[in-house]
């Protein structure tokens, strides 16, 4: 099912219904973005139009800025086919007359743009039909007209797997679409034009009938196709996983921009900023002055855009605005517009069309402005990034690097820490930095390789200067590795592993610690959260003998649980204590102002050290962290 | 009152020993000598016999258990005697134990204020992993501690205040190391970590542990406290004179002549004949035979000779009351059966008390000693020490020299009671009795 043969242009099938109609869209953006031939045909079901991330990937794909705002020979729509098998049936469900409104598929263009991308309905039983209806989209799409959608009418004479007994069809119907089979009537035409006889025809038919046999007989003979040796082989599908690849630029040429790096005025202006947050007296430079956690991603990110031509980044305000957090300030007058555009507000288009761009062969970062909007393009994250690199063999590539950003202050539904969905999902390299350093050196490790990242960061932070790495953020390139907590200060009596920006307020925990109970912590910044090395931790569990894992997610489910979890099975006896997370409540998230009995700070990590760790001489607990009042919220859900 | 029985211990490096049988059970009846328990080292087998007659009140290990020496395993008394206190494990200080025996851990009540212990263990003991480890490590026995982390956990910091309230050595390294000043070395062999007798080093880079550490007799600690007091109480001197001996030795030649014929029973030595000559000396100079004891002096009217005798046990001095009294067969016989009394250890210990005599003469003439500085047995305030017999040139008259035998004297004196000069001429008077004894 998921056969496919990159040299001849084929890409995989995707078992999940829809799921590369926006990866279609991807794969045309590469094409004309790198100006490579050809066009792109994406096979898809009449069902399929159901699907949001499909129609998502349409809207994406018939953006006005295409032929408005993109210039030169980018100007122009893209090289795309929706090419819909209008087979009559999604599974069991009939979308003309049961599960869809449109009566004809092709009626769909018209929803999408001014040409109603050029759609027409085409006799799928007619094999010169459809080469005409081919021509004549082909050469809008020369023309730079497309995106076109031809609704090719067919049928589905097997059910939709061995379980489909077509129950909810009539035999008369199937035997109808027989009687005017293609094949049948297709090969009476030729014998009546002469072209061949009924004798020639049947051996065709006998040679393909063979020929499939013979294909299926090797394909499932396990001497000549035989199975991953998982015995001898135990780790080969875990070595599929990741490419752990370092590739500077994925296509050797000059890249697009509009001047020399040097010229560039938030290049020129980062020069004269602090690198570091302090100054020689210990005093921090002003706001305005310092170099600060957005400029180490912005750094990493032009850098690449100079070194990589296939690289693109687009997302919601990308462009003009600068992103909505101010990251890619300045980026709008390097890079012309088909390297850096706004996307229209459409999660499941974004990831999956740069998917799309990915597998082709191009580098690219999306973004999703709000951790929060992960949901709407759930099948893009968590089923195709991470799965196509190993569902390939690891010979698709799949340099995403999708930027998240973790939001405070916007209630509900703006701000929540999903850290642990991505980082549950097999095949996603998953990072959270918490300071200029780390974000550049991690953003930078991320662009060199060509495996999917998803790259985390936080509102808190984009403000925040270099405390930690002396002699502030290096102005040249340097990676730091993923997967490598950082210790952030050292000490002997509990260890605070921090997921993002709690680092600060375990810093701050630390220092009360410190001065009202002569505990010295050791607070770990976990920064990656897969892959993770957990060595220095248990080194520094080894020490202290007591953990606390602290993040801004609600606490039930949360990777930090993960951590608490391995941690404790790997550092056992070392143990004083059950390594405890203090993580966020496992409620909505409230307003701004209340806040603060919504999120772990500094109080809370001390209270749950004295009442689950050790318990501090005088401390005076202003939250509840014991055993019955965890039993009673967990048995509320709460 | 009741009286423990401790497992002995057999040599410098047992530190346990395991309990073979109890001969005698808990309520029988014991009598000084009567066998209780056969115990064993990794080498023999011994029996422990009852040292007090008694009820054998109480028993605390049982057969085959591994017993650290000079642990209490049972108590002796009169019936109805509480036995608590002798108890491994409970009040009594010196009965620090720790055994490898099943249900049997014992350990010391510990005096550190942070460390809380109950009696009895209640319900399962709660612990973090990292501080079981510690406590396996240091030999903590943490049933007994109570935690002071969440919810009563025993938590690493409480091992840690355990383990620095809990002697560091062994019972048995403990005694060695108050004994020979040693203390415990880097690494620590015993049974919870704790360091036993031959973890026990001494710091000295030169000889290491080179040698044998014998503990002092308590002769030997009489003995040096003895001579120790001596020399920092009193200011000592001593002259060295010798004495011509050809009157002596013709003495001694006759004398034994008359044995050898049987005309007397007793032999008379060399030795005998100069303690007769210095009787007869202090009879001339009274205030040598004297006590010195600080702001008076005891001037004895008759002279009770101390005599300094080798013997396997140490040196003893037994004193000869009234020897001015005796005759020379007389004080030959009484020093002879005296200094016998001394080696076979059965000697009055009235007569070994340094008051017991006026003066004391040390002879080391037999093992051809020429000279030496003998110390003064205080209160006596002088002691003579007799020398072997050289021959030495001397004028015989009309130019005529030859060697004659000379017998050295050496006279230690307290000079806080005599003078240089009156000891010289005590000293003198000693050479003129012995080169002048007519008998």
Known sequence: MHAFFTPFGVYPNNAIVGGSGDIAVGAALYKKVNRKDGIVVANIGDASMACGPVWEGLTFATMDQFNELWEGDMKGGLPLIINIMNNQYGMGGQTCGETAGYTIAARIGAG???????????????PLAVIDAYKRKRKILEEKRGPVLLDVLTYRYSGHSPSDASSYRSKEEVEAWEAQDSIAWFGRELVKAGVAT???????????????????????????????????????????????????????????????????????????????????NGKAHSKIKTYAYRDGIFEAIIDRFYKDPTLIAYGEENRDWGGAFAVYRGLTEALPYHRLFNSPIAEAAIVGTAIGYAMCGGRVIPEIMYCDFLGRCGDQVFNQLPKWQAMSGNVIKMPVVLRVSVGSKYGAQHSQDWT???????????????????????MNAALQGTDPVIFFESQRLYDMGEM??????????????????????????????????????????????????????????????????????????????????????????????????????????????PPVVVGSRNWITPAYELEDSFFPCAEWMIDAIHEKIVPLKGHVVKNNFTSAEQIRRNKLGV | MAIPVLMPRQGQSVETCILGEWVKKKGDAVKVGDILFSYETDKASFEEDAKADGILLDVFFAEGDEVPVLVNVAVIGAAGESVDEFRPGGQTAASVAETVAANEVVVEKTIAPEVKTVAEPTGKVKISPRAKNLAEKSGIAYQQLVGSGPEGRIIERDIEAASQAL???????????????????????????????????????????????????????????????????????????SADARTI???????????????????????????????????????????????????????????????????????????????????????????GQCRKGNVNPELLAPEAATFTISNLGNYGVEMFTPVINIPQTAILGVCTIIPRPKDLGDGVYGFVPMIGLSLTYDHQALDGGEATLFLREIKEQIENLSI
């Open chain 1, 112 to 126: 999408l743009n001014e040409d109603q991308l050029h759609a027409e309905r085409v006799d799928g039983y007619n």
């Open chain 1, 198 to 280: 009924e004798e020639q025809l049947v051996g065709v038919k006998g040679d393909t009938i063979n020929l499939m046999e013979s294909s299926m007989k090797l394909a499932i003979d396990l001497t000549i196709s035989p199975r991953m040796d998982m015995a001898k082989y135990p780790n080969l599908i875990g070595e599929m996983i990741f490419g752990n690849e370092s590739v500077d630029r994925m296509e050797d040429r000059a890249p697009d921009v509009n001047h020399p790096m040097a010229e560039n005025a938030r290049v020129q202006q980062l020069a004269k900023k602090e690198r570091f947050a302090f100054d020689e």
């Open chain 1, 420 to 442: 642990a969905l991505t980082a549950q999902i097999p095949g996603l390299k998953v990072v959270f930095p918490a300071t200029p350093y780390d974000a550049k050196g991690l």
């Open chain 1, 468 to 577: 930690f790495h002396k002699g502030g953020v290096p102005e040249g390139y340097y990676e730091i590795a993923i997967g490598e907590p950082d210790i952030k200060r050292e000490g002997k009596d509990v260890t605070i592993l921090t997921i993002g920006a709690t680092l600060y307020r375990a810093l701050e925990a630390a220092d009360i610690l410190q001065e009202k109970y002569g505990m010295s912590a050791e607070v770990i910044d976990a920064r990656s959260l897969s892959p993770f090395n957990y060595e220095p931790v248990l080194a520094s569990v080894k020490k202290t003998g007591r953990i606390i894992i602290s993040g801004d997610a609600s606490s039930r489910g949360s990777f930090m649980k993960e951590m608490a979890q391995t941690i404790s099975e790997l550092a056992f006896d070392d143990l004083d204590a």
């Open chain 2, 167 to 241: 002697p560091k050595l062994t019972p048995l390294a403990q005694e060695k190391a108050k004994a020979e000043g040693l203390k415990a070395g880097e690494t620590a062999t015993g049974l919870g970590g704790k360091a036993v007798a031959k973890d026990l080093i001494s710091y000295n880079p030169v000889y290491s542990d080179d040698f044998e550490v014998k503990k002092l007799t308590n002769m030997r600690k009489l003995i040096a406290k003895a001579m120790h007091t001596s020399l920092q109480n009193s200011a000592q001197l001593t002259h060295h004179m």
């Open chain 2, 249 to 339: 030795m013709a003495l001694r030649k006759k004398y034994k002549k008359a044995l050898d014929a049987g005309q007397i029973t007793q032999n008379i030595t060399i030795n005998d004949l100069v303690c007769f000559a210095v009787i007869k000396a202090l009879k001339k100079f009274p205030q040598v035979n004297t006590h010195f004891i600080g702001d008076s002096m005891r001037w004895f009217k008759k002279v009770h000779l101390g005599l300094a005798v080798d013997t396997d046990r140490g040196l003893m001095v037994p004193a000869i009351k009234n020897a001015d009294d005796l005759s020379l067969e007389g004080l030959s016989g009484q020093l002879q059966s005296i200094a």
